[in-house]
């Protein structure tokens, strides 16, 4: 287990308390519970003085997210190595840049569960904002400034095809172009209602098990509804339910496809009562294998 606590990569502070939230919520003791030999190794450095240092136009925070997200890479390739399962705590999704980079060497040909309200495949170029953290499915594809596609390794990490995006119901103009152009697999919102949840997590299963030898989780918790997750910063009403979610990391366990995952964008000071970390350890919960018999 490894806490990212990072939050250079929006524009809402406090999600960088994340890991610390869900290390409070107990997620040591849940995956423990289970009979996993689990160690904590901390959280990685967060080189704030470098915020605002050599900015490039409409990526904030570049440098510093860069050298966040390179240390990140470096630790969860030492955790492969070691023949380990990383799981990482965010911190905001930015921080999936070194995740997957991390991640991609291991494997000919890893596949990526998105699990999210957003695509996250924007570039300085089609993004409103300039937040990166709305950027790092379009790095880990190739696509964007090359001190983040680069990290670890030169660009792609991953192919287009080897990609599934679940629970989207925000995207940008830009992002539905690149979802068009490179036809990845996209599950909105209006998918998971008129197919439900177990054929919709079937289907991704199917779709990414034969020709992935690796499938990385990045679960961000605004992907839920707000109701169950109100503790994160770009929330969006109509999102998969606590139990939706729950059912699908349930199914995905009983798959044994994950080799890495990571739970995102938890921020404490918009949350009540810590409920959203609370859901993001009953998920990791259900991801490593709980049962109610």
């Given at each position: ?262 739970f995102v964008e938890v921020n404490p000071i918009l949350d009540e009562k810590n409920k ?18």
């Amino acid at each position: 287990m490894l806490g990212v606590p990072l939050d250079l990569g929006q524009s809402r502070r406090g999600v960088d308390m994340g890991p610390s939230a869900i290390r409070y919520a107990g997620a040591m003791e849940r995956i423990q519970a289970l009979g996993y030999d689990i160690e904590d190794r901390g959280d990685i450095s967060i080189k704030k003085e470098d915020v605002g240092k050599e900015d490039v136009e409409n990526l904030i925070n570049l440098h510093a997210v860069t050298k966040a997200n390179t240390e990140l890479a470096a630790m969860t390739t030492a955790i492969f190595k070691e023949g380990r399962f990383p799981l990482v705590l965010g911190g905001d999704h930015s921080m999936a840049i070194g995740s997957i980079a991390g991640a991609a060497p291991h494997f000919q040909n890893l596949g990526v569960i998105w699990y999210d309200a957003h695509g996250d495949l924007n570039t300085a170029e089609t993004s409103p904002s300039g937040n990166i953290h709305g950027m790092p499915l379009a790095v880990s594809l190739g696509l964007g400034h090359p001190l983040l596609t680069e990290i670890n390794g030169k660009a792609p990490k991953l192919k287009p095809e080897n990609v599934v995006i679940i629970g989207a119901r925000e995207l940008d103009g830009g992002e539905k172009k690149f979802i068009r152009d490179l036809g990845i697999n996209v599950y909105t919102m209006h998918e998971v209602d008129r197919l439900g949840m177990p054929e919709v997590i079937e289907q991704t299963i199917d779709y990414l098990k034969d020709k992935c030898d690796g499938v990385h989780l990045s679960l961000d918790l605004d992907g839920l509804d707000p109701q169950d997750a109100p503790g994160v910063g770009t929330p969006v009403i109509g999102g998969l339910s606590y139990r939706e979610s729950h059912l699908a990391m349930e199914i995905i366990a009983e798959s044994d496809i994950i080799t890495s995952a990571e739970f995102v964008e938890v921020n404490p000071i918009l949350d009540e009562k810590n409920k959203t970390a609370e859901t993001a350890v009953a998920l990791m919960g259900s991801l490593f294998g709980e049962k109610l018999k």
